[in-house]
């Protein structure tokens, strides 16, 4: 078989392919989708992210709650005299965001927590928690190791990074990767959109479908 008729039938199907109307509405509408799911949950995440929540501590270690207390005295409530079904219902009733029991074990052992909620907050809101029984158990499991406060203050110390670029006059701006991210994602869609009522035949059935000169001929000489 000719590989150059091969390739001819094939760059004749994708070429018939991309210029349909199912193609550019499908390489338009699923870029455009994926960025109104991506803004979507970034708007979500930002208005839940300057939401006031109570989150109920039922420290039975009676040295975590202080902590916490210390991070952020409004976000977390002393509930360590609360029953867990009471605290069930103040969840329930929406009195409280959600609770947490801490016992020795998480502290000694660093056995997982479970926060327990009525399920708002987004992946900010719980890796903010996280950060603070991480640093507040750290603290402890520290203490209790009778490390120095300096040494504790050391440990525990961070610092941010800023990530700034420097413009074309020289001056320094803050790097929008947020953006460039999004784009990227835009660009990357539309090369990997799939190809909307693609059939999928081999090359000779295509080839078998259009009649060659000799056919032709031969039919010619029949109908005479």
Known sequence: MNLSKIILVLKREYVTRIR?????????LIPLGMLAIIGVSIFIATL???????????DQTQVIYPRL????????????????????????????DGYIKIEDNNVSELKSLNYISNGSGGID???????????????????RAEVSDTVQQIYESS???NNQTISEK??????????????????????LVPLPDMEVCSPAASLKKRPTESSKLSLLQSNR
Do not use: C, H, W
Not at 48 to 58: C, K, N, P, V
Not at 82 to 94: F, M
Not at 172 to 191: H, P, Q
């Open 159 to 161: 610092l941010d990074l």
């Open 69 to 96: 207390e210390k991070i952020d005295p409004q976000q977390y409530q002393n509930y360590a005299n609360v029953s867990e079904d009471s605290l069930k219902a103040l969840v329930t009733n929406g009195l409280l």
């Open 48 to 58: 839940e992210s300057g939401t006031q929540r109570t989150i109920g501590i039922a």
């Open 170 to 191: 020289g001056t320094l701006e803050e790097a929008n990767t947020g953006f460039l991210s999004v784009i990227g994602l835009f660009m990357g869609m539309i090369i």
């Open 20 to 28: 349909s109307k199912g193609f550019i509405i499908t390489t338009l």
């Open 125 to 143: 809101f719980l890796s903010n928690l996280e950060t603070d029984l991480n640093q507040a158990i750290r603290s402890e499991r520290l203490s």
